[in-house]
């Protein structure tokens, strides 16, 4: 019994982990996608070279590409 109740233990550990790194990988997809356009919004705005266009090209550009 004792060993069973680990294994469910250890299961529902890794299904938590699971669903906190899918979790994870969807808000990180939400950022990418709303820093993408807020970049976006800045070169139609000020112009590519701009500060704030520039800051939000090197904050993407610190975002995995997964």
């Given at each position: 019994?004792?060993?069973?109740?680990?294994?469910a233990?250890?299961?529902?550990?890794?299904?938590?982990?699971?669903?906190?790194?899918?979790?994870a990988?969807l808000?990180l997809?939400?950022?990418?996608?709303?820093l993408e356009h807020?970049?976006l919004?800045?070169?139609?705005v000020s112009g590519?070279?701009?500060e704030?266009a520039?800051?939000?090209a090197q904050?993407f550009?610190?975002f995995?590409?997964a």
């Amino acid at each position: 019994m004792l060993l069973r109740g680990a294994a469910a233990t250890s299961s529902a550990m890794t299904m938590t982990t699971a669903n906190s790194a899918s979790e994870a990988y969807l808000y990180l997809q939400h950022a990418k996608h709303w820093l993408e356009h807020a970049y976006l919004w800045k070169v139609i705005v000020s112009g590519k070279e701009s500060e704030g266009a520039q800051f939000f090209a090197q904050i993407f550009a610190q975002f995995p590409d997964a």
